[in-house]
């Protein structure tokens, strides 16, 4: 059975930083990526940023390029967000996903419905 579990998060003010980090259990495909999607009330799930794991290769959305900073342990199957330069309208529920890569692809989806298997999600708040 696959689990993903979040952690980090949290209340942050205009311009600061936050850490997000995420454990995946029991998943056992090699070639797969992994990453952060978040969704606000009203809005539609939109990534943040996923990473593959055979090339360790980043990709982020648009809203969030030279800000956050993805990164991945193949080993102990875990994937982290760095939060930075945040805005209220980083404001959202955000949530782990993990999903696996097709022989012929070499990069990362970055549409939610690719990835098989998601967190609880962790919320992040951030005030004026």
């Known amino acids: 059975q696959v689990e993903l579990v979040e952690s980090g998060g949290g209340s942050v003010q205009t311009g600061g930083s936050v850490s997000l980090s995420c454990v995946a259990s029991g998943y056992h495909v090699s070639r797969n990526c992994m990453g952060w999607f978040r969704q606000a009330p009203g809005k539609e799930r939109e990534v943040v940023a996923v990473i593959f794991s055979t090339t360790g290769q980043p990709l982020y959305g648009d809203s969030v390029k030279g800000r956050f900073t993805i990164s991945r342990d193949n080993a102990e199957n875990t994937v982290s967000l760095q939060l930075g330069s945040l805005k209220p309208e980083d404001t959202a529920m955000y949530y782990c996903?993990?999903?696996?890569?097709?022989?012929?692809?070499?990069?990362?989806?970055?549409?939610?419905?690719?990835?098989?298997?998601w967190g609880q999600g962790t919320q992040v708040t951030v005030s004026t």
């Open positions: 996903a993990a999903g696996a890569v097709r022989w012929y692809e070499t990069s990362c989806a970055l549409t939610a419905n690719e990835y098989d298997y």
